[in-house]
């Protein structure tokens, strides 16, 4: 007897957030993704790879991909599933990862990483649910609309000359040389439905012998979106979507392929290889002692393109990575390379960094008014901010700030030239934050610039500034 039942990569209820567990998915009557989501449980089932699997649903339809299936789950951005599944795999290579994505999510917003998961030959299975539609957000134009289709955005039909073709995304990642297997299925009749399946299964399979990348796109109804009943749908789909979209197999390499050969295995972390650059600049000055840093510096410099902001920030971080500790640079740049506004953000750390960017800096150093202006209410409480009055002629209207006020243009072109005001304002934050040595940091500087003509300039400036602060001279 056979008995035909749940595929157990399913959860047996549907369980929701905020709502009663439900028997059945959320999708319409008639919809494609029900069916898709079903044959993609059975081939998880029947391949015994649930356990290792993780879905990635997309942002459409199907973002409540993780109520239904019992593996993994991940839900990603709109259009970044391929780039989520990437991650995903190269960091557990030994998982199954299943990007699943509308047209709106994989061929609109998502195209650049579907595009390059696909050219890198990413073993990962791409499932790509072609609707013809935005079915989530009411029905508006997708790329994959047919012509004289109408859509809430196109309500004459698509017009060629208006709104381009559809875009026949298998054909077009089946150019690129590195994906391994590329089909075309549809779900309109049961024949189709048969051979989606297959299709999935061999997609899930390729990946689970490590021989890459598996594109399969499906040719699904959207009831909903195209106002059409089921049975309509249907037909739609089989007599107009198929006659522009073909079915079959657009690339298969997978007999030619070895077992393996697209598994990548992410390098065990050396902090010695990794850390090559560091260990390169280590001097004698180093010694074995560990640098302490009395506290976290999280620091926003800004200023006029042409500053030399960015250096500022760079300096400040390979001090930092010198010394052994955690840093990270997050430039931000102004349009214009020079005359522009420019910050960076600067971290240092003795813990790991979660993110690189810096909302509220306990260090601002500013070196134009808009940069006073725009960021002093960000700084923490009893923050320091410095700023160089050579160019801000404001002051800062906070009293909880350790304000520096120091003339760091008019001491770099005592020094030599304008340019080095940078390091000026480097020389006075180590002293104001107490965070290195001038000896270190110095040292750290001789190491990376590379001019060696400018060197003594530099290690002026930076002095100039330390001891502005220090000694106020
Ligand atoms: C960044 C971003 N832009 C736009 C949206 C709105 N949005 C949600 S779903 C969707 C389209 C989904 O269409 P498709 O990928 O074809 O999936 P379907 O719903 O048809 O399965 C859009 C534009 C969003 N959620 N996030
Ligand atoms: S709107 Fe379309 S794609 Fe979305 S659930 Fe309904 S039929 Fe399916």
């Known amino acids: 007897m056979k008995v035909f039942e749940k595929a157990n990569a399913f959860y047996q209820v549907f369980e929701r957030k905020g709502g009663p567990a439900k028997e059945a998915t959320h999708y319409c009557p008639g919809c494609g993704h029900g ?12 391949l015994e790879i649930t356990d290792r699997s993780v879905f990635v649903s ?11 299936f019992d593996c993994g789950n991940f839900q ?35 195209t650049a990483e579907t595009i390059h998961a696909a050219n890198r ?25 047919m012509i004289g289709q109408r859509s809430t955005t196109t309500p004459q039909g698509r017009i060629e000359t208006v709104h381009g073709n559809p875009i026949k995304m298998a054909e077009m990642l089946a150019t690129l040389p590195a994906p391994t297997y590329i089909e075309r299925v549809a779900i309109g009749h049961s024949k189709h439905i048969m051979k989606a399946k297959k299709a999935i299964r061999k997609a899930l399979k390729i990946q689970a012998e490590g021989k890459g990348y598996s594109f399969v796109e499906i040719v699904a109804t959207c009831p909903t979106g195209w106002k059409m009943d089921p049975v309509m749908s249907r037909d739609w789909l089989v007599d107009d979507m198929l006659e ?57 410099f800004a200023g006029f393109g042409g500053q030399g902001i960015l250096t500022l920030g760079l300096f400040l971080s390979q001090i930092g990575m010198r010394a052994g500790h955690h840093v990270s640079w997050f430039p931000a740049y102004g349009p214009e390379m020079r005359g522009g506004t420019a910050n960076c953000s600067v971290n240092v750390s003795e813990q790991r960094i979660g993110t690189p960017l810096v909302d ?26 410095i700023l160089d009055t050579t ?31 940078n390091v000026v304002i480097l020389g006075a934050l180590c002293a ?37 602060v220090k000694n106020g001279e």
């Open 432 to 468: 104001a934050t107490g965070s290195f040595d001038s000896e270190f940091a110095m040292d750290t500087l001789k190491k990376v610039i590379k001019k060696k003509t400018l060197i003594d300039m530099n290690m002026s400036a930076f002095m100039r500034g330390y001891d502005y």
């Open 121 to 145: 030959g990413e073993n990962i299975c791409v499932f790509f649910v072609n609707n013809a539609i935005y079915g989530m957000t009411g029905g508006q134009m997708a790329p994959t609309t």
């Open 58 to 68: 997309p942002v459409g339809c199907s973002v409540f991909g993780y109520y239904y």
């Open 244 to 300: 522009y979209f073909p079915l079959g197999v657009l690339k298969d390499e997978s007999e030619n392929t070895d077992e393996g050969a697209w598994d990548r295995v992410c390098a065990e972390f050396e902090p010695d290889t990794v850390n090559a650059y560091i260990n390169r600049m280590k001097s004698p000055l180093d010694g074995n002692e560990p640098h302490t840093l009395n506290h976290d510096l999280q620091c926003k």
């Open 360 to 385: 509220h800096p306990n260090v601002l150093v500013v070196m134009n008014q808009p940069s006073l202006d725009l960021f002093e209410e960000e700084v923490s409480d009893g923050g320091t901010i």
């Open 391 to 421: 160019v801000v002629e404001g002051r800062p209207k906070r009293a909880n700030l350790n304000v520096v006020a120091i003339p760091a243009s008019d001491i770099a072109d005592e020094v030599g030239t304008a340019k080095v005001a």
């Open 35 to 46: 069916n898709i989501h079903k044959m993609i449980a059975e081939s998880m089932e029947e």
């Open 76 to 110: 990603a951005a709109h259009g970044r599933a391929a780039a989520v599944a990437t991650a995903i795999k190269r960091t557990n290579p030994d998982s199954i990862v299943i990007s699943y994505q509308g047209d709106g999510d994989l061929a609109a917003i998502g």
